[in-house]
């Protein structure tokens, strides 16, 4: 059996974000999933990480039908706030990404 090698040290990112005063930060990885033997594709959702003021959390978030985001794996304990502000961060990597291919 091959072993697929992917570098996902490019498209994970980190943002930073407070709270009541406090500092925290989220990780964000895309998620891939193999298409065919050794092609992996990126599915649209995001693997995140985050630190808040009650403790680590994990969870995917995507867009619904409506272009919302949204988590169905999230805590009770992350607020729906802290969801939204993941993709608004996504949505500004990706477009900083586009801009950035563009003028290249």
């Given at each position: 059996?091959?072993k697929?090698?992917?570098?996902?040290?490019?498209?994970v990112?980190k943002?930073?974000?407070?709270?009541?005063?406090?500092?925290?930060?989220?990780?964000?990885?895309?998620e891939?999933l193999?298409?065919?033997?050794?092609?992996l594709?990126?599915?649209g959702?995001f693997?995140?990480?985050t630190?808040?003021?009650?403790g680590?959390f994990h969870f995917h978030?995507?867009?619904d039908m409506?272009?919302?985001w949204?988590?169905?794996?999230?805590?009770?304990l992350?607020d729906?706030?802290?969801?939204q502000?993941?993709?608004?961060?996504i949505?500004?990597r990706n477009?900083?990404?586009i801009?950035?291919q563009?003028?290249a």
């Amino acid at each position: 059996m091959q072993k697929l090698l992917v570098d996902y040290s490019t498209p994970v990112f980190k943002f930073p974000y407070e709270r009541e005063g406090a500092k925290y930060y989220a990780t964000f990885h895309p998620e891939l999933l193999e298409v065919e033997s050794g092609i992996l594709e990126y599915t649209g959702r995001f693997f995140v990480v985050t630190v808040t003021n009650r403790g680590l959390f994990h969870f995917h978030i995507e867009r619904d039908m409506r272009g919302n985001w949204n988590s169905e794996n999230a805590s009770f304990l992350v607020d729906p706030d802290l969801i939204q502000w993941c993709g608004e961060r996504i949505e500004a990597r990706n477009l900083h990404r586009i801009a950035s291919q563009i003028s290249a």
